[in-house]
């Protein structure tokens, strides 16, 4: 009697066992997270078939980062939240992909600068008293398309871990740039406003080139 209970039970550990793994291989729905240059964020994935997976995700990015423009140095304060979603096309049945989707949500950068010395604002030398301080943002379009290519054996490793490293670029319109002065002597006068749009003007050549953002990101997923 004993005997076969041990027999029963070993039984039904057996079967428990096989439609865990049996689940595990078949299951289409992962999570997962990930971090990398638009920030930390988490994702969700459903497998369609073995060549195509549905992805969508979220990630966040604060981080301060001092820049120049037009030789003027500012503190920067970059704020991007990044919603996205994706089609991740598995061509050869493995863990290789081709990815294509969007980016959605607000990314900007806040920038200021308060001069300590005599400085050019739009080719024109002011004094630090005349310019106060600058204060502008740098506002990217809130639709950015987005290819890539990776690895991901979420669904392809048989097992419930998965992993993911992504490759791409994500493209907007050209950034908006707003310039203003605050508590300058100068800073509501037509000369100085004229030329702070010549170097709204600057800063909006140089900002141009942050139409296109890389991305680079690794991830690591669970599938159910």
């Known amino acids: 009697m004993l005997r076969a209970a041990i027999y029963a039970s070993a039984l039904i550990a057996a079967i428990a066992l096989t439609a865990g793994a049996a689940d595990a291989q ?13 920030g930390a964020g988490a994702g969700v994935q459903f497998s369609l078939n073995d060549y195509l997976v549905l992805r969508g995700s979220y990630d966040a990015l604060s981080i301060e980062r001092d820049d120049t423009y037009d030789d003027i140095a500012y503190n920067g304060d970059a704020d991007f939240s990044s919603p996205g979603a994706f089609v991740d096309l598995h061509p050869f049945r493995n863990a290789l992909l081709i990815s294509g989707g969007v980016y959605l949500g607000d990314r900007s950068v806040s920038i200021d600068s308060t001069p300590t010395g005599s400085t050019e604002v739009g080719g024109v030398t002011f004094t630090p008293e005349q310019i106060g301080t600058l204060k502008g943002s740098i506002d990217l379009e809130g639709t950015a398309p987005f290819v890539g290519v990776g690895f991901d054996n979420t669904f392809t490793s048989g097992g419930h871990w998965g992993w993911r490293v992504l490759v791409g670029a994500a493209f907007s319109d050209e950034p908006q740039v707003d310039l203003a002065s605050e508590g300058g002597t100068v800073s509501a006068t037509p000369q100085f406003q004229a030329a702070l749009a010549v170097e709204e003007a600057e800063i909006q050549a140089e900002a141009d080139d942050y139409n296109v953002l890389p991305v680079v990101q690794v991830g690591l997923n669970y599938r159910f």
């Not at 078949?26 to 638009?38: E, F, M, P």
């Open 26 to 38: 078949t299951s289409r729905l992962a999570v997962g997270v990930q971090g990398g240059t638009l």
